[in-house]
C-alpha cells in the first residue's frame, strides 16, 4: 500500500487526484450521489407514526408544524438517522426514542435549510447524564489553567456533537439543549467569524450583524443590571452563546422572542427561514 502511495506521489498523480476532489465538478459528482442515496433512503425507510406520536407529546414546537412541513421534517430524521452515526456512552442504550427525539430537534433548526447544512461530519455521541470533560484557559499572565467542567453539550467544529440524555430530557420552552448545540454547529461549521455565524444568500448581511451585535449588548446590559429576563443569563457569556441560545428562544418560545426582541427575531426568522411564531401550535 505504501508503494502505491510513494508511486502516486513521485508520478504527481496524487496531488492530481486531490485536486479532482477539491474541484467543483467532484463536488457536483458527489452532491449528485448524495442525492441518489437519499432517494434509495426515503424510498425504504418510514418513521412509526406512534413513535413519531410519543416523540412530538414532548415537543410542544413540533406539533404547531403543517402538515406539509411535519412530512418534510419526519423525511428530515429518516436522512439524518441514516447519515449520522449515533453511539451510546457509558453504557446508554440508545432506543428508537432516543434516536428520533434527538434527530427531530438536530433537524428542526434546518427544517428550510436543507441537511446539506451538517455536510463533513458523523458523529452524535450520547451520554446518561451530564459529563466531564477537561478544559484550558490561559490567564492575562499566559499561565494555562486545567480544569474539569461538568457539561450537558458539546459541538465541535467539523466533529461531532455530544450530549446529555438527562438534559435532552428536560427540555421546555426556552431551553433545549439539542437546539443549542446544533446552532453552535450550524455557525461553527458554516460561514461567519467566532462571534456570530455569517448571514445566508439573500439577507442584509449588515442589518444581520448590526442586529445581533445591538442585541447582544443589550442583553449583557440587562444580565449587569440584574434585571429578570426569560432567556438563560448564561447568553451573555460569548457572543457564540447568545446566538446558540436565543436560537433555542427562536424555536421553542417563539411568540415570547418575537414580542420581546422583534427585530432580532426577524433577523433570525430570515436567517432560518422559518417563522415560529407565525404557527398555530
Ligand atoms: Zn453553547
Redesign the pocket.
Known amino acids: 500500500m505504501l508503494e502505491v502511495y510513494l508511486t502516486l506521489w513521485r508520478s504527481g498523480a496524487l496531488s492530481r487526484i486531490i485536486r479532482f476532489f477539491q474541484d467543483s465538478r467532484s463536488k457536483r459528482w458527489m452532491g449528485f450521489l448524495r442525492s441518489w442515496r437519499r432517494k434509495r433512503v426515503l424510498k425504504s425507510a418510514r418513521i412509526d407514526e406512534a413513535l413519531w406520536t410519543r416523540v412530538a407529546a414532548k415537543l410542544s414546537f413540533v406539533r404547531g408544524l403543517s402538515e406539509e412541513e411535519t412530512a418534510r421534517l419526519k423525511q428530515l430524521v429518516v436522512l439524518f438517522l441514516a447519515e449520522k452515526e449515533m453511539h451510546g456512552a457509558q453504557g446508554l442504550q440508545l432506543t428508537d426514542e432516543v434516536r428520533v427525539s434527538i434527530a427531530v430537534q438536530a433537524c428542526l433548526p434546518i427544517l428550510n435549510l436543507g441537511l446539506d447544512t451538517y455536510n463533513g461530519w458523523v458523529g452524535v455521541v450520547v451520554y446518561p447524564g451530564e459529563f466531564r470533560v477537561r478544559k484550558e484557559e490561559t490567564d492575562e499572565n499566559g499561565i494555562v489553567h486545567t480544569f474539569d467542567e461538568e457539561l450537558a453539550g458539546e459541538a465541535w467544529p467539523g466533529g461531532p456533537v455530544i450530549l446529555s440524555w438527562e438534559d435532552v430530557g428536560l427540555a421546555e420552552r426556552g431551553y433545549n439543549v439539542v437546539i443549542?448545540e446544533f446552532a453552535?454547529k450550524i455557525h461553527m461549521d458554516g460561514a461567519g467569524d467566532a462571534d456570530f455565524p455569517a448571514a445566508c444568500a439573500g439577507m442584509d448581511a449588515a442589518k444581520w450583524r448590526e442586529t445581533l451585535e445591538g442585541a447582544y449588548r443589550r442583553f449583557c446590559s440587562e444580565v449587569d443590571a440584574g434585571r429578570p429576563t426569560f432567556i438563560d443569563p448564561y447568553a451573555a457569556e460569548h457572543p457564540a452563546?447568545f446566538f446558540?441560545v436565543m436560537s433555542e428562544a427562536f424555536f421553542t418560545e417563539s411568540a415570547v422572542l418575537a414580542r420581546d426582541w422583534p427585530e432580532l427575531y426577524r433577523q433570525f426568522a430570515l436567517f432560518y427561514r422559518q417563522d415560529p411564531a407565525g404557527r398555530t401550535g
Open positions: 443549542h453552535h452563546e446558540a
